[in-house]
């Protein structure tokens, strides 16, 4: 939630790829942002506003700060109320292991999984 928009934008565009450091590890983790998902970002920060230095989501509380994990969660339980899915059955993390799972069954590529999750050891991207 900590990413800020210079960590997205490079010369007024998104590239397909971004890298950021996951608080927990502290190791960089590599990811891919589709078409649509730039086009949106863009779109998104093109209303926001702001400084390469900013946060690309901003705490409804305090705009110089990020969005909370506990908000992003709750964004998260509207965006799948809205699409008429029990909120009980998706969430912040299900939508982390529904990625690698597509991942996976396109690829069979278990090694791009474990590096996408940013797992150590494979036998935790197997389980």
Request: net charge positive; no cysteine; charged share 30%.
């Amino acid at each position: 939630m900590k990413i800020k928009i210079g960590d997205l934008v490079s010369g007024g565009q998104i590239p397909a790829r971004a890298i950021v450091v996951e608080q927990k590890t502290g190791r960089p983790v590599q990811f891919e942002l589709k078409e649509d998902a730039r086009a949106s970002l863009l779109a998104w920060l093109d209303r926001r506003g702001g400084k390469i230095d900013d946060y690309a989501f901003p705490s409804r509380l305090d705009h110089a700060d990020h969005i909370s994990t506990r908000q992003y969660a709750r964004l998260v339980d509207e965006w799948v109320t809205a699409t008429g899915l029990r909120r009980e059955e998706y969430g912040t993390h299900s939508l982390r292991r529904t990625k690698a799972s597509i991942i996976y069954n396109a690829t069979a590529n278990l090694r791009a999984v474990q590096i996408l999750l940013g797992h150590t050891k494979i036998e935790g991207t197997v389980r």
